[in-house]
């Protein structure tokens, strides 16, 4: 997962899907492409999601991503 973020605010997102099971690829590429649409815009400090394209188990490696990608950018 790829963000991009200006005065703390996310202005782009780009998640590429790794699955190799067709049923879980699936929901990872509709997650990757309905994501854009919820966060940017967003500041990196509101988004936190629950649910996006019917997926929660994509949401949860997101937001755990998102967490590790708030660490890092303040050090």
Same mark, same amino acid.
């Given at each position: 997962?790829?963000? &991009?973020?200006? !005065? !703390? %605010? @996310?202005? #782009?997102?780009?998640? &590429?899907?790794?699955? &190799?099971?067709?049923? +879980?690829? !699936?929901?990872?590429?509709? *997650?990757?492409? %309905? $994501?854009? %649409? $919820? $966060?940017?815009?967003?500041? @990196?400090?509101?988004?936190?999601?629950? =649910? $996006?394209? =019917?997926?929660?188990?994509?949401?949860? =490696? *997101?937001?755990?991503?998102?967490?590790?990608?708030?660490?890092? #950018? +303040?050090?």
């Amino acid at each position: 997962m790829s963000i &991009t973020l200006e !005065d !703390d %605010a @996310i202005t #782009a997102v780009e998640a &590429t899907p790794h699955a &190799t099971d067709e049923t +879980s690829l !699936d929901l990872q590429r509709r *997650f990757a492409e %309905a $994501v854009p %649409a $919820v $966060v940017v815009g967003r500041g @990196i400090d509101t988004v936190n999601l629950d =649910g $996006v394209a =019917g997926n929660s188990h994509t949401t949860a =490696g *997101f937001n755990k991503a998102l967490e590790k990608i708030k660490a890092e #950018a +303040s050090q």
